[in-house]
């Protein structure tokens, strides 16, 4: 039969001996107690033994009343048991000034999750004296760049955000090293530069740079330096409008040698205005005009303004005896 209890002008209030007990019994895991009213509990610790606690409100608060700044106590969270292992926690730790996931060894513990979202803020990966590690995980820098048996074979495009590991950094440079050609090398503002006719559509060229100067070029039939330029067999100058001297000189008391037969021809280079060069400001110059009665058509210009043709053997000891 139900019993009913109306107190309808005044409170009811249910009193037992100090440190007493107060039952509500519906029967062993059987019934319910319902509370239409707030429920206040004052005592310093509240139990509840249930198998399944559903709560409607959608903050909890914890660490109620604190009045200084910040927690007082250094942290305030939720604790796990775990039986016969080390209870973990998840709470927030005034030392840090953020959320840890610590079991009750104060060992760190790992947190699972598919996301962190940073809020466009700046996302910092503090590691301390540390690494950050993709572990455990299997040929992770697979995921990364495109590989066939075990070898990387080049870049996967649609992992242009994700963030490599240190053996697929290890992995792609020796790719690019053995499959990669580089077109510039260099250091500060000296360095070599490569252009291909297949990209530039010029002529291809390696160009050797010395503080930002162009100093030498490569081409496929020559070398050219800043004045000079060596194409198959030739040594020519290239510069100066064709007035510049090519010089060869031995330094100190060395000699320039010639091992083989020197052969002058009898016409200049097409950029000689004359057969007959001017006379030299000092020295003398060699050249080669029709022979004339010095049988030789070897000829000179000197500093002194003298041309003439050097003389034969045999013309030399005709015009001894004549003159």
């Known amino acids: 039969m139900s019993k009913y209890l109306n107190v309808p002008n005044g409170d009811y209030k249910i009193s037992v001996q100090t440190g007493g007990t107060i039952y509500l ?18 005592g310093e610790t509240t139990t509840v033994n249930t198998a399944e606690l559903n709560i409607e409100d959608n903050i909890i608060t914890l660490n109620s009343g604190e009045t200084g700044a910040g927690i007082t106590l250094g942290e305030a969270g939720i604790k796990i048991e775990r039986g016969s292992l080390p209870d973990a926690f998840f709470k927030y730790d005034e030392d840090v000034q953020g959320f840890i996931a610590i079991n009750g060894a104060s060992a760190l513990i790992p947190f699972a999750t598919n996301e962190i979202d940073s809020r ?13 590690n993709v572990n455990p995980t299997v040929d992770y820098e697979q995921k990364i760049f495109t590989y066939a048996a075990g070898e990387l074979t080049g870049y996967n495009a649609s992992n242009a955000d ?6 697929a950094v290890v ?3 020796a790719f690019n090293f053995a ?64 007035s510049e001297d090519l010089v060869l000189r031995a330094n100190g008391t060395g000699n320039v040698r010639i091992d083989d037969m020197l052969h002058i021809n009898g016409v200049p280079s097409a950029d000689d205005a004359t057969l007959v060069p001017a006379f030299p400001s000092e020295g003398i110059r060699l050249y080669v005009d029709n022979q004339y009665t010095g049988k030789t058509g070897i000829f000179f210009a000197n500093a002194e303004e003298n041309r003439d043709e050097l003389v034969s053997k045999n013309r030399a000891l005709l015009f001894g005896m004549l003159f």
């Open 179 to 242: 499959n990669v050609f580089l077109r510039q090398i260099g250091d500060g503002d000296s360095s070599i530069e490569i252009d291909d006719f297949q990209n530039s559509g010029d002529p291809s060229v390696i160009v050797f740079k010395i503080d930002a100067v162009p100093v030498a070029e490569v081409y496929d039939d020559r070398w050219e330096f800043s004045q000079v330029r060596i194409a198959g067999t030739t040594i020519e100058t290239i510069n100066g409008l064709g």
């Open 162 to 167: 994700t963030i490599p590991n240190t053996q």
């Open 120 to 132: 466009s803020q700046t996302l910092t990966l503090n590691a301390g004296s540390s690494t950050i």
């Open 25 to 42: 019994n519906t029967g062993f895991d059987t019934g319910t107690v319902e509370i239409s009213g707030n429920l206040l509990v004052l």
């Open 171 to 173: 992995d792609y440079v």
